[in-house]
């Protein structure tokens, strides 16, 4: 994790998911992307476990870049998954491990079949 190239954001916005703040970003090519700490605890699943998934799937891992966040403790160095592969990430997530009726495992499940 510390050997890759830290990006800075142009932009920087913070966005609610299931009424938790998720942090989403503009990356400095323009391409869009998501803070993968603050999705991965709102979905209560392990974000370092889930940067080393992401880093094993051929699929994904060249959308996995490391941006400087600035959050309310100051800026720090944070996983971030370009969008294009959000919907990939999601559709990989094991929802059984999540309670049955957790709305945000009914939100993972109804990615669209033609993401996954």
Partial sequence: MSDEQELIPIEQHTLTFYGKPIIVVRLPDGRPGVVLRFLCENLHIDT?????????????????VFTRVETPGGAQRMATL????????????DTRRME????????IVAVPAGSR
């Fill in 48 to 64: 370092n476990a889930q940067v080393q998934r992401v880093q094993r799937s051929e699929p994904m891992a060249e959308d996995l």
């Fill in 82 to 93: 370009v969008l294009r592969s959000i919907a990939y990430w999601f559709a990989t997530i």
């Fill in 100 to 107: 049955k009726d957790d709305p945000r495992r009914l939100a």
